[in-house]
């Protein structure tokens, strides 16, 4: 990774996107969500290195492996956003932009996903825009190297 490459992290659950809930989460699949991504970014020349994993700890390990020399990290960190005191640590510690998304309108859900561990450490937030959030956290990210 370099400073023109954008880390996108999904957290648990998130590999099962398109499959059930589309009431809630859509239709689209995480493939889907990563060549938005993809297409997002390459309009500023930038890359994307997208991931997922349903293990906090490696999690942990992936924002610090982005948190220096990235050009950012988007991190739907899925269910361990109300629950993950380590994950909102490891991103406090990243030297670069960090945004919260969300699929949903986690605050228009039911109560124990109102809270995010996550929120306040991260530099900006797209909540439920449904899957093109994480296109508009791209362009978010690409704005702040502009101002840099
Ligand atoms: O709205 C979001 O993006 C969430 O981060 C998604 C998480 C949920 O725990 C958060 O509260 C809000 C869950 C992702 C689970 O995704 C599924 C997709 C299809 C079927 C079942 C779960």
Redesign the pocket.
């Known amino acids: 990774m370099d400073d023109r490459t954008v880390l996108v992290l999904n957290?648990?659950?998130?590999n099962?996107?398109?499959?059930?809930?589309p009431e809630?989460?859509g239709h689209d699949t995480l493939a889907d969500v990563e060549r938005l991504c993809t297409e997002a970014a390459a309009r500023y020349g930038l890359t994307v290195d997208f991931r997922q994993s349903n293990h906090e700890g490696t999690l942990v390990d992936w924002v610090q492996e982005g948190r220096s020399g990235t050009a950012g990290i988007v991190l739907?960190?899925?269910?361990y956003?109300?629950t993950s005191v380590a994950l909102r640590d490891a991103v406090s510690a990243a030297r670069v932009p960090c945004v919260e998304?969300?699929?949903?309108?986690?605050h228009a859900?039911e109560e124990f996903?109102r809270f995010s561990y996550l929120s306040d450490v991260c530099d900006h937030h797209v909540?439920?825009h449904g899957v093109a959030g994480y296109a508009e956290a791209v362009d978010w990210l690409a704005g702040q190297r502009r101002q840099a």
């Open positions: 957290g648990p659950n998130l099962l996107l398109g499959e059930r809930e809630v989460y739907n960190a899925g269910g956003t109300h998304v969300h699929i949903s309108d986690i859900r996903r909540i439920g």
